[in-house]
């Protein structure tokens, strides 16, 4: 059974530049989270998907977005690079008709913004 | 006030020790409680779940005071490979988003 899945493992960009990161939740998981985590910090919810679309918000400023596809995964898109988004940044997927928020993770993608 | 705050430690043990850090939280709606482990450059795996007043997995037991709103974590009979940062994390938002705390750092040491 393949857990979460994200791709890339690492990311290098420049500031102003924009990237997109992917993410595969668990099988029979339908809902997926993201979240930033800065060094030294605990993960940060940036937003919530489920059934393909955006059902909660941290507060993260616009350049952050996301989407969900029909087959549950997922893409972060994050315009307009700032120094301060480097960051390992975190997918969790669960199922909605679950216990409350077991949320598992995938390995992450480690951005570095130059 | 922060939504979830934790004893940052680190807290340095020697192997067979018992350590125990808390975790307190500002959303006294929150029914359900989490611990996470994160390993140095890893992601957080879950850990235990609470959903009551407390909860025993071997020899991690968490528990619960929702009058002081307050969680905290015992580890008993420490081993080396207990060394990781343990997260606590509560939801909140109508249980959709998880918060965490900054995480308490723990070491053990032969």
């Known amino acids: 059974d393949a857990g979460v899945t994200q791709s890339p493992t690492h990311l290098i960009k420049t500031r102003g530049q924009q990237v997109t990161l992917r993410c595969s939740p668990k099988s029979g998981h339908d809902t997926v989270s993201w979240y930033q985590q800065a060094l030294g910090q605990g993960p940060q919810f940036i937003f919530q998907y489920y059934e393909e679309e955006e059902r909660q918000r941290g507060n993260f400023p616009d350049r952050f977005s996301g989407h969900q596809f029909p087959n549950y995964s997922s893409e972060l898109n994050v315009n307009a690079l700032l120094l301060g988004d480097s960051a390992l940044y975190l997918c969790a997927s669960s199922f909605l008709s679950g216990r409350a928020n077991e949320q598992f993770f995938g390995p992450g993608t480690r951005l570095t913004v130059l | 006030r922060k939504e979830v705050e934790q004893d940052p430690g680190p807290f340095n043990v020697p192997e067979g020790a018992t350590v125990a850090f808390n975790c307190t939280y500002s959303n006294s709606a929150s029914q359900s409680f989490f611990w996470y482990r994160q390993d140095c450059r890893k992601e957080p795996k879950l850990l235990m779940s609470?959903?009551?007043s407390g909860n025993e997995d071997g020899r991690f037991t968490a528990q619960l005071n929702r009058a002081s709103q307050y969680i905290s974590l015992l580890i008993r009979d420490s081993k080396l490979s207990d060394s990781a940062t343990y997260l606590c994390?509560?939801?909140?938002?109508?249980?959709?988003?998880?918060?965490f705390g900054a995480g308490t750092t723990v070491t053990v040491r032969a």
């Open positions: 609470v959903y009551s």
């Open positions: 994390v509560v939801p909140s938002g109508n249980d959709y988003k998880l918060s």
